[in-house]
């Protein structure tokens, strides 16, 4: 019998178990090649659109998008009350009437809370003491969840097959629409019903696409009992996944009612311009460790040796972004988003450090999940949140909004420190080689960087040399530390990787 995602996508009522001849490790480095080929066409566009948006809109427009996202962020999070996370982790495909019971779920608690978001919209503005427009931006981004529908069972059936490919390039047609929407609308003067348009758009595009490819039957059913065996997982993650909300908003929720729109615009712009530099890395590894590691969970041996090299590699593409962007980023205010940015220059430094720490936190608690340790993963999420929450209401009264971002940059220590002991308890990490030479070497390259900005720094195109001299000056590091070893490393992954794209290019003939 023959295997192919087509003929596993039309039945998805049915066990599919994937022949031993294809690998998780093989499915798992096709999924990190399609996810990084997806990158490298939404990177640049993404970071084009921010420069664009930054330009042509004020922070205040940033603030109150990052505001009403927020509470958008709350519904979508527990849309599914984790059950769509327990469909992943289940070792046995899920049958059909549980893929019905969790959309039959979805669909009853999305059309309460849109009613209510609907009612809730102007009491929350008022309470907020928030702009006006803050009620239609609320009630526009509430229809994301009826929209979201269409493609969430979809999105877990890929997830569970590993078909990142698939959904490498439906991210990369709804981003780039989502962006362009955005940009041709600002221009237009739309100011933050940009966003808002552009979201829906986006939400509508995946769905659509989502639903085309997984050919899921629509259908309804309840089953009681698989929903109470799902909830003793799911329930655990989504408060999991609540805690980061609580955590990842403290901007809007804080900082908003304490010095208005526009400290949560800085805020939110520093925390997006550091995402753009490493989290993208870091969401991608996550995305797909997720999923691979709940397919080998009943395998031990594998993981602690999978989870070493997932650090290394997220490490030796993050950390000389983040340090070349730390160490130039006042000539990047100047020349690229212009100095109407400049008061997050503060924030950004302490965002970087921020999302330092996320390169380390976000795959542990995805590998805790992925192998049912999830009780601990909400420990240390729900510690990591309140200590967050505690040095912020502090540091606001000492440092103003600033405040914020220095709470996030200490408070990433505690989860990190926890994360690394509870790992190295069940298996041996070399911190040396996954997490320490890849952070020296940036530090090193990070201080030349900043040295040469200094010297030569004088419009956008040496600006963009400097770039370029200072993600050389972080391979030179590492191969002088290494002693040439990172470079037969290189070559090696290299011509594994090209082995079996090779192989699944055969196969598709």
């Not at 295997?3 to 480095?29: G, N, Q």
């Not at 220059?345 to 590998?367: E, K, S």
Request: aromatic share 12%; with cysteine.
């Amino acid at each position: 019998m023959s295997y192919t995602l087509a003929s596993i996508m039309a039945k998805p009522d049915v066990e599919v178990t994937p022949p031993p001849f294809v690998p998780v490790r093989d499915r798992t480095i096709k999924g990190v090649v399609a996810m990084l080929l997806r990158q490298f066409i939404v990177m640049p566009v993404s970071f084009a659109a921010s420069i664009w948006l930054a330009r042509l809109l004020q922070p205040s427009d940033f603030g109150l998008y990052a505001v009403a996202s927020f509470w958008i962020s709350i519904i979508v999070g527990f849309r599914d009350m984790g059950f769509a996370a327990a469909l992943i982790q289940q070792p046995d495909e899920p049958r059909q009437h549980e893929w019905n019971t969790i959309f039959t779920f979805q669909l009853a608690l999305v059309s309460v809370t849109v009613a209510l978001l609907y009612l809730l919209a102007e009491p929350l503005t008022r309470l907020y003491q928030m702009d006006p427009r803050m009620t239609w931006v609320i009630r526009g981004l509430s229809l994301i969840l009826f929209i979201g529908l269409l493609g969430s069972m979809p999105h877990v059936m890929l997830e569970r097959r590993l078909a990142y490919d698939v959904i490498a390039r439906i991210d990369v047609i709804a981003t780039l629409a989502f962006h362009s929407c955005a940009v041709t609308l600002a221009l237009l003067g739309f100011s933050v019903w940009s966003f808002i348009v552009a979201a829906l758009l986006n939400e509508l595009i995946r769905g659509g696409l989502l639903f085309r490819h997984a050919s899921w039957r629509v259908g309804f059913c309840w089953n009681n009992a698989f929903l109470k065996s799902a909830l003793r997982f799911g329930g655990l993650y989504q408060l999991g996944g609540f805690t980061s909300l609580l955590r990842d908003n403290i901007p809007s929720l804080l900082a908003g009612p304490l010095f208005g729109l526009t400290a949560v615009g800085y805020l939110q712009w520093a925390e997006r311009t550091a995402y753009l530099t490493s989290q993208v890395f870091t969401q991608i590894v996550t995305r797909v460790s997720f999923p691979t590691v709940s397919r080998i969970q009943q395998q031990p041996e594998r993981i602690g040796p999978a989870v070493e090299k997932m650090l290394r590699y997220l490490m030796l593409a993050t950390v000389p972004t983040l340090a070349i962007g730390a160490a130039l980023i006042p000539w990047i205010i100047q020349f690229v988003f212009t100095n109407k940015w400049a008061p997050a220059t503060f924030a950004f430094y302490m965002l970087t450090v921020r999302m330092l720490g996320g390169n380390i936190t976000t795959p542990f608690i995805g590998v805790l999940n992925a192998t049912g340790q999830v009780t601990t993963s909400l420990r240390i999420l729900v510690a990591w949140t309140a200590v967050d929450w505690v040095l912020a209401l502090v540091l606001t009264r000492l440092w103003g909004f600033n405040g914020v971002a220095i709470a996030y940059a200490v408070g990433v220590g505690l989860p990190v420190i926890w994360l690394l002991w509870a790992f190295g308890r069940r298996s041996s990490l070399n911190l040396g080689y996954a997490i320490g030479r890849p952070l020296i070497a940036g530090i090193m390259a990070g201080v030349m960087t900043w040295g040469l900005g200094r010297l030569w720094i004088t419009n956008l195109t040496s600006l963009a040399g400097v770039v370029a001299l200072g993600l050389i000056q972080y391979l030179l590091v590492m191969t002088v530390l290494e002693r040439g070893r990172f470079l037969q490393e290189i070559k090696q992954e290299a011509r594994l990787v090209k082995s079996i794209m090779t192989a699944q290019k055969g196969e598709s003939r």
